[in-house]
């Protein structure tokens, strides 16, 4: 057995369906009294419904996350929060409108209740995420960690098939890298194969039957698998290719991590063997399917986008310049990554710009 260290952070979870019915009780329990709802624009009905059923412990609405979580918005929801004298945010919505909470938490420290709607996993991470001048800075802290989060897959059943399909590779992304991280541990490893398990067998029922609500209840319990084990160990070259994709070119966060994840993976497979065979376990290849192809084989064969182009406006040329700036400044990875691997990662990212399916 590997040495490791173990230390699980704090939060709780209410899962199942029609959760969200005890909102008001968990509110209570957070002793909060003036609670700021979040949403993206398009779900501000949902967050006013939210904030009504609160009653007086509502003290606004703000309808305003944007993806990647542009540093002025970011501003504009921590002025709110003042002008409200407000002492919780509730995070109605994906990782959008969680990321929000987490930079209004980190501007006035206050707690978080996330009801998470799509797969992305921030609910369970203390990683924030903002972006300014074109780049997204990321980080750790354990304030932005929502105290209490609200699985409640009745939420989930009007995310589209496409969205639910990509959202679910941005979650299997977090467990897969959890499986070679740098302080990986058993405990990790077990809920990122039984997350990926999870989600690669709910993703097919839920792309033919997107209102099957026990997909969308397998789903949910691997997104919190997965979003656990990303707020639990490191990421490594995957995210940061991410990172880089998202915050400089704008590229769609779910979309691109789809795209990416088995590129990354193919480019690791011989640094992290077991991980390797953890996920073509999960993925249930009998065959000899590498786990890149599988992951590849889960996204096309699942209406989800495979190549970079497609999902944005980038170009070939860009290629190079995310490859310099993922090795200008790496994440921790299995395969190191230095100015020697700078062919291999820009290589990594033209297959994944023409989406080459990996050998
Ligand atoms: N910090 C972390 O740990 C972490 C982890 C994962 C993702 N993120 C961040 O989250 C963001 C992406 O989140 P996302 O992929 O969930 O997308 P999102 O939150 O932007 O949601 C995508 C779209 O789907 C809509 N939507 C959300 N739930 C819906 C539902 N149930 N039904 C219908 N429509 C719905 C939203 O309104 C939005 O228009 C990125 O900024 C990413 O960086 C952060
Ligand atoms: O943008 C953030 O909040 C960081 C996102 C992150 O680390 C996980 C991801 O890329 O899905």
């Known amino acids: 057995m ?13 899962f199942g369906r029609g959760s969200l019915a005890a909102l008001g009780r968990e509110i209570e329990l957070l002793g909060a009294g003036r609670v700021l709802v979040l949403s993206t624009p398009g779900h501000g009905d949902q967050a006013q419904a939210a904030a009504d059923s609160l009653g007086a412990r509502a003290a606004g609405v703000f309808a305003g996350a944007v993806m ?42 206050l707690p978080i209740l996330a009801v998470p709607t799509t797969y992305a996993g921030s609910e369970m991470t203390p990683i924030y995420g903002i972006t300014e001048a074109g780049a997204k800075k990321t980080g750790r802290d354990a304030r932005v960690l929502p105290r209490t989060v609200i699985y409640d897959p009745d939420l989930t059943l009007g995310l589209p098939a496409g969205l639910s399909v990509t959202s679910g590779m941005n979650a299997i992304a977090h467990a897969a890298e959890g499986l070679y991280a740098r302080d990986g541990n058993p405990i990790m490893s077990l809920m990122a194969e039984e997350g990926i398990r ?52 704008n590229l769609p966060h779910a979309e691109t991590h789809t795209v990416v994840l088995p590129h990354a993976i193919a ?70 990554i230095d100015a020697a691997q700078r062919a291999g990662i820009h290589r990594l990212l033209l297959d994944a710009y023409h989406g080459n399916r990996p050998a």
């Open 68 to 109: 990647h979580v542009p540093a002025e918005i970011a501003r504009a929801a921590g002025d709110e929060a003042r002008r409200l004298h407000a002492d919780c945010t509730l995070a109605m919505g994906g990782g959008s409108t969680i990321g929000l909470a987490k930079a209004v938490a980190l501007d006035l420290g």
């Open 198 to 249: 999870a989600l690669a067998q709910a993703l097919p029922a839920i792309q033919r039957r997107p209102g099957e609500i026990e997909a969308r209840d397998a789903a949910l319990y691997g997104a919190w698998l997965c979003g656990t084990v990303l707020g639990n160990v490191g990421m490594a070259l995957h995210h940061k290719l991410c990172h880089v994709l998202g915050g400089t070119f």
């Open 2 to 14: 590997q040495e490791f260290i173990y230390s699980s952070l704090p939060s709780r979870v209410v």
């Open 267 to 336: 480019f690791n497979a011989q640094a992290a063997p077991e991980a390797m065979q953890r996920i073509r376990r999960a993925l249930g290849i009998e065959g000899s399917a590498s786990a890149a192809a599988g992951l590849f084989d889960l996204a096309r064969d699942h209406g989800a986008p495979v190549a970079l182009k497609d999902i944005g406006d980038i170009t070939e040329a860009d290629m190079a310049k995310a490859a310099d700036l993922v090795v200008g400044a790496p994440y921790w990875n299995p395969r190191p």
